[in-house]
């Protein structure tokens, strides 16, 4: 599978935006789906995951309460809403795709769980 993610930009703290990943090549329903985030000298940490279904999601303890994660198999598009961001938030934000067999409710939080990445967008929170 082949991910594009965009949506990155500029914004003000406690402001909005909305990342999107574009998934080509494969099923997209087959697929675990996670976001993950790096900042220069920083390893790329976990920020959100949802299962192949949509129905369970999880999201570090960073981002709890702020950010949605979401998915829509129709059009093999996952999102990452985020509100309420702050300059902390900044960082390129990847997403990232794992075939699931069997579970449809199965969630993957680990960097090592993924085999495909997108190239990242950037989101730039200004205080």
């Known amino acids: 599978v082949q991910l594009q993610a965009s949506g990155g930009g500029l914004v003000q703290a406690g402001g909005s935006l909305r990342l999107s990943c574009a998934a080509s090549g494969r099923t997209f329903s087959s697929y675990a789906m996670g976001w993950f985030r790096q900042t220069p000298g920083k390893e790329r940490e976990f920020v959100a995951a949802?299962?192949?279904?949509?129905?369970?999601?999880y999201y570090a303890d960073s981002v709890k309460g702020r950010f949605t994660i979401a998915r829509d198999n129709a059009k093999s598009t996952l999102y990452l809403a985020m509100n309420s961001l702050k300059p902390e938030d900044t960082a390129v934000y990847y997403c990232?795709?794992?075939?699931?067999?069997?579970?449809?409710?199965?969630?993957?939080?680990?960097?090592?769980?993924?085999?495909?990445w997108g190239q990242g967008t950037l989101v730039t929170v200004s205080s």
């Open positions: 990232a795709a794992d075939m699931v067999f069997k579970s449809t409710e199965l969630v993957k939080t680990r960097l090592d769980e993924y085999a495909n």
């Open positions: 949802v299962s192949r279904s949509g129905g369970t999601r």
